[in-house]
């Protein structure tokens, strides 16, 4: 007698573009002004527990990106945000190598949140649905730990922004900017390295006028930085379109020292006015995002056996056994 039961092979895809997130949202999100409303709101609460913390940012950073990416593949509205957000944070201190006791996270959240009368049982009933939620979210990011596992965007910023020669102001407000694009979903879109380069040409436009007259962003080689024009522009545009549409949500413009350039909505105009033609990474078609399991299934609680799997190898090798095995 044959026994079968059902089995899922996923291939992790860290990035997805545009079109991809709104579909998989599709299943996920049923209001997203919603959605948008209260990721301003877990944003505000990740970066005060950040900083009661001493937390660095690529730890906010990696939290976000894990709060993002689970609301892809698990519902929304099921969800108790604040809970999330705080496992989204333990995970990444693990992440990121930033440890903190799960205790002092659970203490510091119930203050952030100006909740003073915490007895034992809560705290205890607190701790343990963390742990239950790093399990799903870990499975959102198909247990990939490759990404958000060395340099961050701020890191990158400084590192790449010193090799180009790039003056103090530049990288620093190209800094600003990399705080403020956190409320955007360029995290899911663009790794962090194609991200920094996109905010330094920004910061490097926006203070052209205090630039060295021999430096030219073209003479930029996009390959030294293991990234391509594409994945910058993507970024670019990003960028450039939330400060647009944006603006006033940002704390950009209240955090510019008052010796550097006037930065406003306007300027993020002008900008996307002298770039042209919006360009970056080529989409998929609606036909294949409609075909693409990936986005389109919801999680089944059917499947006995899930496995997740890094290189696209791994999963032609085992399509092809099946197949074999099949006609044989």
Same mark, same amino acid.
């Given at each position: *007698?044959?026994?079968s ?7 992790s895809r860290p ?7 709104t579909?998989a ?11 948008s ?8 609460y990740?970066?005060? *527990? ?15 990106? &894990?709060?993002?990416? &689970?609301?892809?593949? %698990?519902c ?8 999330l957000?705080?496992s ?6 693990k992440q990121t ?5 799960? !205790? ?6 119930y203050?952030?949140?100006?909740? %003073? ?5 809560m705290?205890e ?6 742990c239950?939620?790093?399990l ?11 990404v958000?596992?060395f ?5 990158? =910023?400084v590192k790449i ?11 620093h ?18 790794p ?8 330094l ?7 052209? !006028? ?5 430096m030219?962003w073209?003479?930029v ?11 910058v522009?993507?970024?670019y545009?990003? =960028?450039? %379109? ?6 006033d ?11 550097y350039?006037?930065?406003? =909505? ?6 996307k006015?002298?770039?042209g033609?919006q ?5 998929v ?7 693409d399991l990936?986005?389109? !299934? ?6 006995r056996?899930r ?6 190898k791994?999963v032609?090798?085992e ?9 044989a």
């Amino acid at each position: *007698m044959s026994s079968s039961f059902e089995a899922d092979l996923t291939l992790s895809r860290p990035y997805l573009t545009r079109k991809q997130i709104t579909r998989a949202q599709k299943n996920t999100v049923s209001d997203l002004r919603s959605y948008s409303q209260k990721k301003l709101v877990i944003i505000k609460y990740l970066s005060d *527990m950040c900083v009661q913390l001493k937390l660095p940012r690529k730890t906010l950073e990696t939290s976000i990106y &894990y709060y993002e990416r &689970y609301h892809l593949f %698990n519902c929304f509205e099921t969800e108790l945000i604040y809970l999330l957000a705080t496992s989204c944070l333990v995970l990444s201190c693990k992440q990121t190598e930033t440890l903190k006791k799960m !205790n002092d996270i659970c203490q510091v959240s119930y203050k952030v949140r100006k909740i %003073n009368t915490v007895t034992l049982d809560m705290m205890e009933t607190f701790k343990k649905r963390i742990c239950q939620s790093e399990l799903r979210i870990l499975e959102a990011c198909s247990f990939d730990y490759r990404v958000n596992n060395f340099l961050h965007t701020d890191e990158y =910023i400084v590192k790449i922004g010193k090799k180009m020669g790039f003056e103090r102001r530049i990288c620093h407000l190209a800094w600003l900017i990399g705080y403020d694009i956190l409320k955007s979903d360029i995290l899911l879109i663009v790794p962090p390295h194609s991200i920094a380069i996109a905010v330094l040409k920004i910061s490097f436009e926006l203070f052209k !006028n205090h630039c060295s007259e021999n430096m030219n962003w073209f003479d930029v080689k996009y390959s030294d930085f293991e990234t391509t024009a594409k994945l910058v522009n993507e970024a670019y545009f990003e =960028i450039i %379109n939330f400060y647009i549409n944006s603006f006033d949500i940002c704390d950009l413009s209240s955090n510019v020292p008052k010796d550097y350039p006037h930065i406003g =909505i306007e300027s993020f105009i002008k900008l996307k006015q002298k770039a042209g033609r919006q360009k970056g990474s080529i989409e998929v078609s609606n036909d294949d995002i409609e075909r693409d399991l990936y986005l389109t !299934n919801m999680r089944s609680m059917n499947v006995r056996e899930r496995r997740y799997v890094l290189s696209a190898k791994l999963v032609v090798d085992e399509f092809t056994s099946i197949r074999d095995s099949s006609s044989a």
